[in-house]
């Protein structure tokens, strides 16, 4: 009977692509829509997550996430160094700051000045050259997609000169640094040049980056810091999830996902609803003749969920290849959306969603299978 | 010989005092006042009357389709009432075929899967539905059109087929509504000459509810209905229809 089923389906091609093409719709926006609000998250947390090698970051007690940072004194770097479990303290510097290259293309740069006799915080890849190209006079790092802007079209290659607030930098090495939330160029130097470039008055400490001593509990570490020095300690996990939450709570991005990923979904939703409904009126009179024929309610509602589910199933897949293409071509390393992608598990909830969204389009549809009578066909 | 002469005389379906209205309060209409009637296996019953006598409702009737309000209906030994929903869903399925009269083929399928849907609906394996739909589309001289869609055959064919539908799972009692309504003269004979043919034997009933007089010598009992009620029934004789 499924094989029955799926030729009345099929024997409809117009309203068949409208249900394939409402479902596809709606995996293509929901799914596009999470996928780039996930990436958007979480580049908002690179810089932690691709910070090498830190157990713990340390910072004054007001900064509530990454971008907001308030420097501290030199000298908390040697208490956080006294606190007993701490292996390492590092200093590290963040700020912001335009590029210019010989050329007069300006760019905006996130500045990340690394402790060099740790190089605690430093990104985790290097595309070419290596942390020693970094101790030359005025070397930087620069993640490869800067490099595609200040330079487009030109082969990746170092010795390049940029004009940092009015000083020069030479890239020294080019990183595979993860996107920062504004996809700006990222530069890696040392601590000490980083504070050159962007004086920042008497207090130039960003963060104090701690490893903590073997086996010692890092959570119990950070605690220890926060208490003995006043400082706000947290992992790197924890301050990852503070400035993510941060972001969910204080900006607009949320609510504008959030509201294209529910109109996707009502729009694919009401899509398929009508264009069932349209089947199912359709089709009525051929459920009234399986139910004269001897076909229970049950069965009938079986094979229209069959139906239903292969439409699911195509628009589904549908919509996820369009998805996927969508990031696999615009998705590149050099490009603004790199490193957003499709995780497994929005795909799965897309699933789940498409799946529940399109049951509940074609509950009224349903209803009307049941309660359609055989005798209708006999007084027609 | 004396079990087919037995079968003949057996009641196939049992119509005593059925009534049924339609809609209610004031739009309260009857469809039947009280029908008594008798259908016999191994009989072609012709149920015949104007338009509204409840020829229509009558069949549904029989077929389980309709309850009526008031009554007793006994079809092949069985009191429909006493028949739990899913149950009469199943006699319906294993013992009743209806030809319908708008033949009502579901148009994505061919000739074939049209008629192996019965099968199906029993739990019949595909390929032996197929194979069994297809023996008996030959048998009904549609072998050029076993994979055709409805769309692609003329409206006898499409008869034929609705023919073989209501026939391929051997069921006791066989409903026609109007089988010769979309048929000229020529094709309406021949349509009755292939169900006469085909449908009737021993163990079989059939009932066909027609407006067209010109078919009435093929029948074996015509019960003539009026405004909910059989007014009389006539017997033929076999000669006549030959």
Redesign the interface.
Known sequence: MLAVALKMLLGDRAKVLGLISGVAFATLLVTQQSALFMGLMVRAQNVIADARGVDIWVMDPSVEYLDLVRPMRDNELFRVRGVPGVATASRFFKGATPVKTAGGKIRNALLLGVDEATWTGVARNFVIGSLADLQRPDAIAIDRYGFAQLWPGEPLSLGKMLELNDRRAIVTAITDAAPAFAAQVIIYTRYSQAINYLPNGRNQLSFVLTTIDAGADVERVAERISQITGLRAETADGFSRRTVSYYLRNTGITMSFVTTIALGAIVGCAIVGLTFSLFVAANLPQYAVLKIIGVTNARILYLVLFQASVIVFVGYWVGMALATSFFHFTSTPTSALRGFFIPWWIAAYVAAGVASFTLLAISASLRRVLLVDPADVFRS | MLDAIELENTVAVSCRGVVKHYGTSSARAQALRGIDLDVHLGKMTFLVGPSGSGK?TL??VM?G??TPDAGKVEVLGFELSALLP?SL??????R?G?V???F?L????TAV?NVA??L???GCA?KAAQARSREILVELGMERQLARVPGQLSVGEQQRVAIA?ALVHGPSLVVC?EPTAALDAGSGRAAMLLLRRIAVKPGRAVVVVTHDDRILPFADRIAYLSDGRVTHVEKLSRQEVA
């Open positions: 229509t069949i549904s077929t389709i309709l899913s869903v199943r006699f319906r399925r294993e009743i209806v319908l009269q708008q009502h579901l148009p994505a399928l899967e849907v019965p199906l609906a029993q595909s539908r509504d």
